[in-house]
């Protein structure tokens, strides 16, 4: 633990830790089938409609859709390559009382983070393949552990020179998978890593990233850790 803040988090590093999650329950359980079968009569807020919104990530808050998790696992089945529909960190499933028990399946290390803060600090998210998160930062660190699919995360550090300029608030102009002709050298300037089942990356605070899903996906973002994760400077607009 001492070793990860020191080589990591003081020093604003990101780092892919292969295999983090292997031996957690989620891994084995984890599934579309796993969700629909445990909790399919649970009512579960999606972001929806996203392909016919240009900005569906700075739009979520009006892409909003109730359903039970039977029919929203049905629907991801059904998707194909999508990205139409996603359980994102905004919606705010895994902190509600109907899906605590998947948390039983999370090990998180020992002393790593806060056992108190867990499940209130955590982001679930689960959609088809084809899913985008837009490039953008966080204002806080975040352990993002892939527990079923494949994911492709493109990131640069805070300080790119050529993503600075392009940046909107928390987001970025550029689309490092098709950037428009005048970007691409911003685009070129990032980090490529697939995570695979089981992997953790560790994306510091203010570390541009786009996420794509390249299989069906479900991961679980972490940043309820045991020190301070509050980085006001990373808050457009706000002193």
Same mark, same amino acid.
Not at 15 to 30: I, M, N
Not at 66 to 71: D, G, N, R, T, Y
Not at 113 to 128: D, K, T, V
Not at 167 to 172: I, P, Q, S, T
């Given at each position: 633990?001492?070793?990860?803040?020191?080589?990591?988090?003081?020093?604003?590093?990101?780092?892919?830790?292969e295999?983090?999650?292997?031996?957690?329950?989620?891994?084995?359980?984890?599934?579309?089938?796993?969700?629909?079968?445990?909790?399919g009569?649970?009512?579960?807020?999606?972001?929806?409609?996203?392909?016919?919104d240009?900005?569906?990530?700075?739009?979520?808050?009006?892409?909003r859709?109730?359903?039970?998790?039977?029919?929203?696992?049905? $629907? @991801?089945?059904? *998707?194909?390559?999508? /990205?139409? !529909?996603? #359980?994102?960190a905004?919606n %705010?499933?895994?902190r509600?009382?109907?899906?605590?028990?998947?948390?039983e399946?999370?090990?998180?290390?020992?002393?790593?983070?806060?056992?108190?803060?867990?499940?209130?600090?955590?982001?679930?998210?689960?959609?088809?393949?084809?899913?985008?998160?837009?490039?953008?930062?966080?204002?806080?660190?975040?352990?993002?552990?892939?527990?079923?699919?494949?994911? $492709? @995360?493109?990131? *640069?550090?805070?300080? /790119?020179? !050529?993503? #600075?300029?392009?940046?909107r %608030?928390?987001?970025?102009?550029?689309?490092?998978?098709?950037?428009?002709?005048?970007?691409?050298d911003?685009?070129?300037?990032?980090?490529?890593?697939?995570?695979?089942?089981?992997?953790?990356?560790f994306?510091?605070?203010?570390?541009?990233?786009?996420?794509?899903?390249?299989?069906?996906?479900?991961?679980?973002?972490?940043?309820?850790?045991?020190r301070d994760? @509050?980085?006001?400077?990373?808050?457009?607009?706000?002193?």
């Amino acid at each position: 633990m001492e070793a990860f803040y020191r080589h990591y988090w003081e020093t604003n590093t990101a780092v892919c830790f292969e295999g983090f999650a292997d031996a957690w329950p989620a891994r084995s359980r984890w599934k579309p089938s796993y969700f629909a079968k445990k909790f399919g009569d649970v009512q579960i807020e999606a972001c929806t409609g996203r392909s016919s919104d240009a900005e569906p990530d700075i739009n979520a808050a009006v892409l909003r859709e109730h359903m039970s998790m039977a029919e929203f696992v049905a $629907r @991801v089945e059904a *998707a194909g390559v999508s /990205n139409d !529909l996603y #359980l994102i960190a905004g919606n %705010g499933n895994s902190r509600t009382d109907e899906l605590a028990p998947l948390f039983e399946d999370v090990e998180a290390p020992p002393g790593l983070f806060s056992a108190e803060h867990l499940r209130s600090s955590s982001a679930l998210w689960f959609g088809p393949a084809g899913t985008i998160t837009a490039l953008h930062h966080d204002t806080s660190n975040i352990l993002f552990c892939q527990i079923w699919g494949r994911k $492709r @995360v493109r990131l *640069a550090p805070p300080d /790119n020179s !050529l993503l #600075l300029p392009l940046a909107r %608030g928390l987001y970025n102009h550029v689309d490092p998978r098709d950037p428009a002709p005048e970007h691409t050298d911003a685009a070129d300037s990032m980090f490529e890593v697939v995570l695979e089942p089981g992997d953790a990356l560790f994306i510091p605070v203010g570390w541009w990233h786009h996420v794509e899903a390249l299989d069906v996906s479900i991961s679980l973002a972490l940043n309820g850790f045991g020190r301070d994760n @509050v980085y006001p400077w990373f808050l457009p607009g706000r002193g």
